[in-house]
């Protein structure tokens, strides 16, 4: 007899839109995930792990969600190596925790700590080290999948690795992953060298990228509400694991924010105006103008460099109860930067500011089939849901990135219009082939496989 | 120094094991699922950089609990604590209609607890030293409808643990009733309540507290003993009446 318990829950992503009626099981044994699956009566599956992919790449109308959040343990580390086994919904906070301590930490890691490496392998996701270290499947070796059929499969590079490539980004329609062996990183100390520069354009922004090779973390946060010649303007902040002996302090917002954790959040909505045009330009100059001109150096601790907004729990309620999206994409290098341009220029003229904006170069390290880094630069802008104005914005945007031969990141996704999507990834027919061999029956779905027709065809 | 968590499977106790590893305690976790017991035991000792081994224990095998308990000395050494965080809910509705569920319900619940417990008695009184902790529930204050099967061997276990408390009381052995209200585990999963439901961790913090305070009878989260104080006050002619 299964002893999950399937309870009917809405669910949503870190945008909060849209939001997903499903039968939700949390199991806590391994034999409750592999009875999940047997006791699906014919509906389809997906996993599900912090909810921090921002649109419908974890929710499942009419259809079974496996909540990962207790299948946690790790399992096994050798630190000789550096080599961790742990299951699927072991988030980077707690690895960070455990290990941070011992002088290791996450190969790669993206904006918020609160994610599970299941998340982690399925969006393939990327940080500031992606120039040098690629991305996070870049550090697995072994991928343990509950695939369609019942079966566990292990996969890797050197193992099923047809499976292994589509798993990678794959979004969680190849299976439901319940174990990985990822690799960490040695480090000193909690503490990053970091430098910050303020760059007045964009022309400065890839002049500052292009010499910041040396440093294994780089990203420039990006004011694109001011136009002119200050286009492109924003700090470009660059860093490295400080070395031994290096010592610092928490920022005072990050100690706050751990003393009190209540008291730096966001427990209810923010009206819908609180972010809007005017509201964002404030900022922007503020922040800007906040930062001196050139260069400051400091010792930061790994949290504020690399985490910034998780000081703030639920900042996500700043868009208020109308939700919020990331258009985030990256294009081919181009000495010109005409793709960039034409965004910042469209997004300006349509009124509609974004309030978070970030632009980093990628590396040559490219996974392949629907994984998002590709080499070039990569811009992520938030938006808060404004309806058929924003939904126009972001058709625009599309037109450009595919013209330049960009695509877009999945994991922030709730709304690129099929026939833009297959255009954006050359590469998948060729997933599809490999996720369909596996899962004929396309038991794995999601919101955004339907839409994408990735898994359950056109809904 | 060891301590023995049986039933280790259950959440509270997987966090109970951190607790005590932490500390610095060798740790014995076992469950009925030997495999699902070697990961929490693995979870345990990579994260807490201590000890902690693991084993299958049967809790309806009452001939095999000796011979469980030596295995678990000859491997961590003499038991200083033993927190049996075992048990099984159930299905109150089947255990009406089917004998052998009930039984079964209570065995796991009860008869288990006894057997083991005396057993772990003999040892410590020996040593004049130990402590026992058992996990029951508020369901055994009050007999209800609801669930009375389970609740009656929980609430027999609480008075058992009474009189083993008062037993052993003059050899130093500390003996702890641990009397859980809603904690977010597989119980309680997808349960709409008002009530607040406690965090596993937060629970396990609470108990390792008050084993190390040797409390007597410890509610948690606390407010539950008001709640069941109210819900024991309330007369049985009305009781009987109500659809709790």
């Not at chain 1, 002119?228 to 924010?257: C, D, E, N, Q, Y």
Request: charged letters at 20%; glycine letters at 10%.
């Amino acid at each position: 007899m299964s002893q999950n318990r399937w309870a009917q829950q809405t669910l949503w992503g870190w945008g909060r839109y849209p939001r997903v009626e499903s039968l939700v099981a949390r199991p806590e044994r391994r034999k409750e995930v592999l009875d999940a699956l047997a006791d699906r009566q014919g509906d389809p599956v997906l996993a599900f792990g912090l909810g921090r992919c921002y649109g419908d790449a974890a929710l499942l109308r009419e259809g079974r969600v496996v909540l990962t959040r207790r299948l946690d343990r790790m399992l096994a580390f050798d630190p000789e190596t550096g080599w961790l086994r742990c299951e699927a919904g072991v988030s980077l906070e707690e690895i960070l925790h455990t290990f941070v301590p011992r002088g290791f930490f996450p190969p790669v890691v993206p904006g918020t700590q609160f994610v599970t490496v299941g998340g982690a392998i399925a969006c393939d996701i990327h940080g500031k080290n992606h120039h040098v270290d690629g991305s996070f499947a870049d550090h697995i070796r072994r991928v343990e999948l509950l695939v369609a059929d019942g079966r566990v499969v292990t996969c890797g590079p050197d193992e099923e690795p047809e499976l292994f490539w589509a798993t990678v980004g794959g979004m969680g329609l190849t299976g439901l992953i319940l174990s990985c062996e990822l690799q960490l990183a040695r480090i000193d100390n909690p503490y990053i060298e970091m430098e910050s520069i303020r760059v007045e354009n964009l022309e400065q922004f890839f002049e500052v990228s292009a010499e910041s090779g040396h440093f294994t973390h780089t990203v420039s946060w990006l004011d694109c509400v001011t136009t002119g010649k200050a286009t492109g303007r924003g700090i470009f902040m660059r860093g490295r694991h400080a070395p031994a002996g290096t010592t610092g302090g928490l920022s005072l917002l990050s100690r706050l924010g751990r003393a009190a954790p209540a008291l730096i959040n966001f427990p209810v909505d923010g009206p819908d105006w609180m972010l809007n045009q005017a509201t964002i330009k404030a900022f922007n100059e503020v922040y800007f103008r906040k930062h001196p001109k050139g260069q400051v150096n400091s010792i930061v601790h790994y949290e504020p460099f690399f985490f910034p907004l998780d000081a703030v729990r639920n900042w996500n309620r700043m868009y208020g109860n109308r939700g919020f999206l990331q258009y985030q994409f990256v294009v081919p290098p181009d000495p010109s930067h005409k793709a960039i341009r034409l965004v910042l220029e469209e997004i300006t003229r349509s009124g509609l500011g974004s309030f978070l904006a970030v632009i980093k170069e990628f590396g040559e390290r490219q996974h392949g089939g629907i994984s998002f880094p590709a080499p070039g630069p990569m811009i992520a802008l938030d938006f808060g849901i404004a309806g058929q104005p924003l939904f126009d914005l972001l058709d625009r945007l599309d037109r450009i990135v595919l013209d330049a031969g960009g695509r877009i990141y999945l994991g922030k996704d709730s709304r690129v219009p099929r026939h833009v999507f297959e255009q954006m990834f050359p590469e998948l027919p060729k997933w599809k082939a490999v996720r369909d061999a596996w899962d004929p029956g396309h038991v794995f779905q999601s919101e955004l496989g339907r839409r994408l027709g990735l898994s359950g065809g056109q809904r | 120094m060891s301590v023995l968590i049986l039933g280790a499977t259950s959440r509270i106790a997987h966090e109970l094991a951190h607790r005590y590893a932490e500390n610095g305690q060798s740790v014995f976790v076992a469950a009925r699922d030997a495999d699902e017991a070697a990961r929490v035991a693995a979870d345990v000792g990579v994260r807490t950089e201590g000890t902690c081994a693991s084993g299958r224990f049967d809790a309806t095998d009452f001939a095999g609990h000796a011979a469980f308990l030596d295995s678990v000395r000859e491997t961590v050494g003499p038991i200083e604590v033993a927190i049996l965080a075992f048990g099984d809910m159930g299905d109150q509705h089947a255990s009406e209609g089917d004998f052998e569920a009930a039984r079964h319900v209570i065995d796991v619940n009860y008869t288990a607890a006894v057997s083991i417990c005396e057993l772990l008695a003999a040892s410590m009184t020996e040593r004049a030293a130990g402590s026992i902790v058992g996990i029951a529930s508020v369901a055994g204050d009050r007999g209800r409808q609801s669930n009375y099967i389970y609740g009656s061997a929980k609430g027999a276990f609480a008075l058992y643990l009474q009189g083993l408390r008062n037993r052993l009381f003059k050899s130093g052995v500390h003996v702890m009733t641990v009397k859980l209200g809603f904690v977010d585990t597989r119980m309680t999963y997808g349960l709409k309540t008002g009530i607040p439901i406690a965090a596993p961790d937060a629970v396990s913090r609470a108990i390792f507290d008050a084993q190390r305070g040797r409390s007597d009878v410890f509610y948690y989260p606390h407010f539950w003993r008001g709640i069941m104080s109210v819900v024991k006050a309330i007369p049985e002619a009305a009781f009987k009446r109500l659809s709790l």
